[in-house]
């Protein structure tokens, strides 16, 4: 397999606050589909799980992976404690060992760790699939999360990454 997905930074505190991610229900559905797809296939499952201080601590129930999409065993769970997966991670020497040079990203948030970690996957050499209905955020003073994810897609797409929804997302 040269091929992975990356599901970014979908934990409990996600789902803890009183406002939603943009289409919070369809893109978890659209995630859980992904990882069906994924492990139908025996494509590898690498999951991103922010840790630091507050909700994303260590062990707290805000930390944990979302229990929607709950990882097995043979799946592989990389901690990062800035945006970027990649920095200060394993997550690159993950990837080698696992032959991947290929990546279906997905996950949270649009504009900080599914941005970074798409760009920086560029940077260093992989091949990546932005699925642009299946990664999310949260509105701002300045703009819902609908205008933030259209914005990412814009920006990452063709440039960073092949935009594809995740009807279209096939893996072999």
């Given at each position: 397999?040269?091929?992975?997905?990356?599901i970014?930074d979908?934990?409990?505190?996600?789902f803890?606050?009183?406002?939603?991610?943009?289409?919070?229900?369809?893109?978890m559905?659209?995630?859980i589909?992904l990882?069906?797809?994924?492990?139908?296939?025996?494509?590898?499952v690498?999951?991103?799980?922010?840790?630091e201080d507050?909700?994303?601590?260590?062990?707290l129930?805000t930390?944990?992976?979302s229990?929607?999409?709950t990882?097995?065993?043979?799946?592989?769970i990389?901690?990062?404690?800035?945006?970027?997966?990649?920095h200060?991670?394993r997550?690159?020497?993950?990837?080698?060992?696992l032959?991947?040079?290929d990546?279906v990203?997905?996950g949270?948030?649009?504009?900080?760790?599914?941005?970074?970690?798409?760009?920086?996957?560029?940077?260093?050499?992989y091949?990546?699939v932005?699925v642009?209905?299946a990664?999310?955020t949260?509105?701002?003073?300045?703009?819902?999360?609908?205008?933030?994810v259209?914005?990412?897609?814009?920006?990452?797409?063709g440039?960073?990454?092949?935009?594809?929804?995740?009807?279209e997302?096939?893996f072999?």
């Open positions: 397999m040269t091929t992975a997905l990356l970014i979908v934990q409990e505190a996600m803890s606050y009183d406002v939603k991610l943009h289409d919070e229900g369809g893109v559905d659209r995630i589909s990882l069906n797809k994924a492990r139908s296939a025996g494509v590898p690498v999951y991103i799980q922010h840790t507050e909700e994303y601590t260590k062990g129930p930390w944990q992976i229990s929607r999409i990882p097995k065993e043979e799946d592989s990389v901690e990062k404690p800035t945006w970027d997966a990649f200060r991670t997550l690159h020497e993950e990837l080698q060992r032959g991947v040079t990546l990203i997905c949270m948030q649009s504009e900080f760790c599914v941005d970074t970690t798409t760009r920086r996957a560029y940077s260093m050499g091949s990546s932005l642009q209905d990664h999310s949260f509105g701002n003073a300045n703009f819902s999360g609908e205008e933030i259209r914005h990412h897609n814009s920006v990452l797409g440039r960073f990454a092949v935009l594809r929804p995740e009807r997302v096939e072999q």
